[in-house]
DNA sequence: ACGTAATGGGCCC
DNA sequence: TGGGCCCCCTTACG
């Protein structure tokens, strides 16, 4: 917003400015800088651009990255100018600034091969005639995948996961920042939603059962802090084990049997004080866990020897029980930095992949190389870490190539004079991206993105509200419409209109319910403490259940929405 | 149209 | 081991 209109003020100072700066630019010691940035600024999509040399423009302002003057990073309308002094944001490496890092623009998004497979050979052959095979039809489609509908401000913090029901193909449930669940049916676009500490949440009666409770004498004021204080993050349910797995903020992972709803055991997999930040049991061996955290690692672990345990005695508080057999470690794979998330393909439970905020997804082709080098490091952009629900990278389970992968991009490109932050769909197998999905409509970083496992729909959590994408039939009465406001989009982002569906669940009506319950629980308002207490406690949508009329907002059905533009920034040039 | 708070990781002392 | 400080393109609200 706020930069949006500095820039727009300014690109016309600039212009003006530069004719007579010029000169005396030159002498000035960042000279140098400037003429990069000015020739970056060449390379954007829009000739007229070539003028605008920020830098020169912003003479005698400050940058507010490095501090000195000359230049100023940020957005000249849709297009953000990294400052020149900073390490490349994308690669991390120094030299160049993102517009020109030569991952960005690599066909391969800096995909590097392991030296085993890159060696001579065969193997090596048959890799380079795949690879060249397919880079004859590497371009990028965009615009194929368009928002069909969504739920504002569904959450009162923002989403940190999805899950999309096991047999109904519209109902997907999400998770925010809160510990609050959210159920929205997409076709509909109408949602329901339920406070929730550690639960099982049934989505067909909104009833729930607290599973895990590690704060049990809750909040004490004055006792209490947030170093005791015990959040979770990582979950997984395996089926076949009857076992509900999650790990903490302190790297401990609690297990559960789901029969009884009760803890079973605990132990600490990962350094102390280190977020486990995702679970997953392997798909095909139920023996198999696979934990990503904070301490740089991702570890699979044989749960075995624990898992005959199953229905003994339940360990409880801070005895972090040992006694039934600990998970054993097979391998654990080091990263240089926080690891976001760590999952095993969805069919074979072969590959891996974890997405970690050095800003690369690594890909290992076989488990039995975990303890090896990954077999790919993919240089994506996803690093941001404040502010942001972390980036996760998910497996496509409709791939049966086990290829297909989806995770939202941080920096953001420009479409047309929007400045948009795409959900990107790759090839994991390649590095290459397939698909770019944007739309102006959502002009906000979707950091949770989970594919649906059986339609051609993903769900995007992208703050606090919810978005499905869907393809744009390529034949039919639909694709006009759609094409049109594809098209329209490309040009002018200009807020789309008519196949767009929203419902925002953040309603006067609604509002006003929130606003009491805030203000009754304002000492629960703190991010840190789960809601769970809060039961009475009345989210922003209305809970309904799946045949009644959805919420008022939304009465009727789909709702359009000619004019609106949802939550975002609008960056306009 | 502004201003600002919430927020998490990393690093240094 | 802990507090303090820095930081990168945020987002929503007042």
Redesign the pocket.
């Known amino acids: 917003?706020?930069?949006e209109?500095?820039s727009e003020?300014e690109d016309d100072d600039v212009e003006e400015e530069v004719e007579e700066e010029e000169d005396e630019a030159e002498e000035e010691n960042d000279a140098d800088q400037d003429d990069r940035t000015a020739s970056n600024a060449q390379a954007g999509p829009s000739g007229q651009r070539e003028k605008i040399t920020i830098s020169l423009g912003k003479k005698g302002l400050v940058c507010?990255?490095?501090?000195k003057k000359g230049h100023c990073?940020?957005?000249v309308g849709s297009?953000?100018h990294?400052?020149p002094f900073?390490?490349?944001?994308?690669c991390?490496q120094s030299g160049h600034?993102?517009?020109t890092c030569p991952f960005r623009i690599a066909p391969e998004h800096g995909c590097r091969q392991a030296s085993g497979i890159c060696s001579d050979g065969m193997l090596a052959f048959v890799r380079q005639r795949e690879l060249s095979g397919r880079r004859q039809d590497m371009h990028i489609e965009q615009n194929d995948w368009l928002v069909d509908s969504a739920v504002?401000?569904l959450h009162?913090?923002?989403c940190t996961c999805l899950e999309f029901h096991p047999t109904k193909d519209n109902i997907v449930v999400s998770g925010d920042?809160k510990g609050q669940v959210a159920v929205w049916d997409f076709e509909k676009c109408a949602s329901a939603s339920s406070d929730g500490l550690c639960k099982v949440f049934d989505v067909e009666t909104g009833f729930d059962t607290v599973v895990l409770n590690m704060n049990p004498d809750g909040w004490i004021p004055g006792v209490t802090n947030e170093?005791t204080w015990v959040m979770l993050y990582g979950l997984d349910v395996c089926t076949e084990r009857q076992l509900i797995i999650a790990g903490d903020?302190k790297g401990k992972v609690y297990f559960a049997d789901a029969r009884t709803n009760k803890e079973i055991a605990q132990h600490q997999l990962h350094k102390?004080?280190?977020?486990v930040?995702t679970v997953h049991v392997n798909p095909m061996n139920c023996n198999l866990m696979m934990t990503g955290s904070?301490d740089?690692t991702a570890r699979i672990f044989d749960i075995r020897a624990m898992s005959s345990s199953v229905g003994g005695s339940s360990s409880n508080g801070n005895s972090g029980s040992k006694s039934d057999g600990e998970p054993m470690e097979v391998a654990c794979m080091d990263h240089?930095?926080?690891v976001n998330a760590a999952y095993f393909s969805p069919r074979s439970g072969t590959k891996i992949m974890t997405t970690c905020?050095?800003?690369r997804l690594r890909i290992w082709d076989y488990i039995l190389s975990a303890s090896d080098a990954p077999d790919r490091e993919i240089v994506h952009?996803h690093?941001?870490?404040?502010?942001?629900t972390?980036f996760r990278a998910e497996w496509d389970p409709k791939d049966a190539a086990e290829r297909t992968v989806i995770i939202g991009r941080?920096?953001?490109?420009d479409f047309g004079g929007a400045?948009l932050?795409p959900v990107d769909i790759m090839d994991a197998s390649t590095g290459r991206l397939l698909t770019q999905l944007v739309d102006a409509n959502l002009?906000?970083?979707?950091?949770v993105n989970k594919p649906h496992p059986r339609l051609d729909v993903i769900i995007s959590g992208?703050?606090?509200?919810l978005y499905a994408w869907r393809p744009v039939s390529k034949d039919g009465e639909e694709d006009s419409e759609r094409a049109k406001v594809a098209a329209e989009k490309k040009n002018k982002a200009a807020p789309s209109s008519n196949h767009y569906v929203s419902y925002d669940a953040?309603d006067a009506a609604t509002e006003k319910k929130k606003?009491k319950a805030a203000s009754a629980a304002a000492v629960q308002?703190?991010?840190?403490v789960p809601a769970g207490k809060g039961k009475g406690k009345k989210s922003a949508a209305t809970v309904f259940s799946e045949d009644d009329t959805p919420p008022s907002k939304a009465k009727g059905g789909r709702k359009k929405k000619d004019d609106d533009q949802?939550?975002?920034?609008k960056r306009k040039k």
């Open positions: 917003m706020e930069e209109s500095t003020e507010h990255v490095c501090g990073a940020g957005f297009v953000y990294d400052c900073k390490p490349c944001y994308l991390k600034t993102t517009m504002l401000k009162s913090r923002r920042k170093r903020n102390k004080g280190n977020k930040n904070n740089w240089p930095k926080v905020i050095d800003n952009s690093d941001f870490n404040r502010y942001l972390p941080y920096i953001s490109e400045a932050h002009s906000t970083i979707c950091p992208s703050s606090r509200s953040d606003r308002e703190d991010e840190g949802p939550e975002g920034k």
